[in-house]
């Protein structure tokens, strides 16, 4: 987060669909979130997604946080797609937001892939990475957004 212009920033507010179309947003509502792009082509992308959610199916997701997904980056040209069928073969349980335009991506800044975007309670950018993360290392990070 060290000079990152975002951090004490207002998130943006998104109200996005799921791949069957129910409603899914990321809004400034009192908890703490933990958003994650990802792109189904993106080998790194691959690799997290087994890993979060072998970690989620454990509970690792404390009570109060919610952790949203972006499928973003969507190419029926690239490998493993579409991306719901990929997510599906992961069993993935965690809430997604469908960003066939890569207008939310936009939004949040996104680099590369994966994208990590942590926010606080009040709706403010807590710090924000990119690449493969470790449990522990997002549970450090969970740790802040709850912490006080």
Known sequence: PNGDAAVGLAAPAVDGTDFMGKAVAIKADGRPKVVLFIAHWCPHCQAEVPLIQTWVSAGGVPQGVDLVSVATGIDPTRPNYP??????????????????????????????????????????????????????????????????
């Open 83 to 148: 991306p719901e069928a990929w997510l599906a073969r992961e069993g993935w349980t965690t809430p997604v937001i469908v960003d066939p335009t890569n207008s939310v991506a936009a939004a949040y800044g996104l680099p590369a892939y994966p994208y990590w975007v942590f926010i606080g309670p009040d709706g403010k950018v807590v710090a924000r990475a990119v690449g493969e993360i470790s449990i522990p290392d997002l549970e450090t990070e969970i740790g802040r957004l709850t912490a006080g």
